[in-house]
């Protein structure tokens, strides 16, 4: 009965602990961005600095020099980046009817030379329209690109409503709205983690400090864990972070290459952030560039676009991750797929950028043995039974325990 209390007790403490971890960190959903940042700047800043112990003995010199160069770093990238990559932004939204239009034009190709086509395709009813500046009569409400996208995601009584299609361009306009409160929060960042990484030390002997305190037991369920966790999640994305900076290096270069140069900035900027989203990140950031390939181009220009594409992603696939991430980071592609669907449709894009390091997190560490046990020869212990003590082998009798 009292390992039965005891047992329960241990149980409804790691509940009380783990419960309370993730109650607040749901109330903090708010700071997602900013606990991440934090997380990922106070990680790379940290061994930045534990990396120049042999040439610098104080640990403050060394803690102030990363960070004054990490801030003189980033300041000197986002005044160099941030203006041309909001222009062309700006210009690659604003320009989303002649991409449209181009779409549908070699849509209106295949239709003509494969007529099967056309009959899967929705009939739309064509009402007048008034025609946009600059786009000669073409309206997307009449097009066969609105009737693919209703093929595809369902079939309406109205054609696309136009309204609806102007106020999802404003949406995306606003985006650059918000870029603002990200800068917010990209700078406060910068800040912690300096803090953090100076302090850290400190932090950590007061941390342990809790050993001494009515609070151990909560010290000794999640120190550990904690620790780990957070090692793998900045292993992870620190090799992921070179991974997308070399995939965008080769993908401007080769943008470069094919001329699309208009918006090369801006391309960059996507295939970067869509580097650190598995697997799935390959075919977003695509997108935009075979849809500049294609109006500037046609599909001769795609075409170069999608081998840019594949042999990058065979950079990456062959050479970068075997060389960055080691064994240790490598998973399936199909179990990385169903992870991504799942922990995309239950958290959104957080889902979809944490789900790979908390998996390798749970499956390589976290419900591993500390000391794994010792293996069990099942077909010896099938063959030859002891019973009572006793054996029908022989036992050798060594000179130490011979008896006198």
């Known amino acids: 009965m009292g390992k039965q209390n005891e047992l329960l007790i241990s ?90 239009r181009s779409l549908d034009r070699e849509l209106v190709k295949v239709t003509e030379r494969y007529p099967a086509l056309e009959e899967l395709l929705p009939e739309v009813r064509v009402e007048p329209t ?14 066969t690109l609105s009737r693919v996208i209703q093929a595809l995601f369902g079939s309406h009584d109205e054609a696309v409503d136009k309204e609806s299609m102007f106020s999802l361009l404003q949406t995306v306009r606003d985006f650059g709205s918000e870029l ?21 030390p400190r932090l950590a002997a007061g941390a342990r400090s809790l050993r001494k305190t009515k609070l151990r037991f909560v010290y000794d369920e999640m120190a550990d864990n904690l620790i780990r966790f957070g090692l793998t999640m900045g292993r ?49 950031s695509s997108v935009p560039i075979c849809l500049l390939g294609l109006a500037e181009g046609g599909m001769t220009k795609v075409l170069f676009c999608i081998l840019l594409i594949i042999a990058v992603h065979a950079v990456e696939s062959y050479v970068l991750n075997p060389r960055i ?48 046990p010792p293996e069990i020869d099942e077909e010896q212990s099938e063959t030859s039974p002891v019973e009572d003590g006793a054996s029908d082998e022989p036992v050798e009798v060594s000179p130490d325990n011979t008896p006198d």
Not at 36 to 46: D, G, H, K, P, R
Not at 247 to 253: H, K, M, S
Not at 326 to 347: A, Q, Y
């Open 11 to 100: 149980v409804a403490s790691k509940i009380l602990v783990w419960g309370s971890l993730f109650a607040t960190l749901y109330l903090l959903r708010g700071f997602s961005l900013l606990l991440f940042l934090v997380f990922i700047f106070s990680y790379i800043q940290a061994g930045a600095v534990d990396r120049l112990e042999r040439y610098i003995p104080k640990r403050e010199t060394r803690a102030v020099l990363v960070g004054i160069s990490f801030l003189a770093i980033f300041g000197l990238m986002l005044g160099l980046l941030v203006p041309p990559i909001k222009d062309q932004a700006v210009n690659f939204i604003g320009n989303s009817t002649h991409y449209a």
């Open 130 to 143: 008034v025609p946009l500046p600059g786009e000669h009569g073409w309206s997307f409400r009449d097009s």
């Open 180 to 200: 603002l409160g990200i800068s917010s929060q990209f700078l406060l960042s910068l800040l912690f983690s300096f803090l953090i990484v100076l302090d850290l």
């Open 236 to 284: 992870a994305f620190e090799a992921q972070f070179l991974v997308a900076t070399v995939n965008t290096a080769l993908t401007a270069v080769g943008i470069w290459m094919i001329n699309i140069r208009d918006e090369l900035a801006f391309l960059s900027l996507v295939v970067f952030i869509c580097g650190f989203v598995p697997i799935a990140g390959v075919f977003i």
């Open 325 to 372: 991430f080691g064994s240790h980071m490598k998973m399936n592609p199909v179990i990385v797929m169903i992870l991504m669907t799942i922990s995309g449709k239950l958290f959104g894009i957080w889902g979809l950028i944490l789900c790979v390091p908390v998996a390798t997190y749970i499956f390589q560490d976290a419900i591993q043995y500390k000391d794994p």
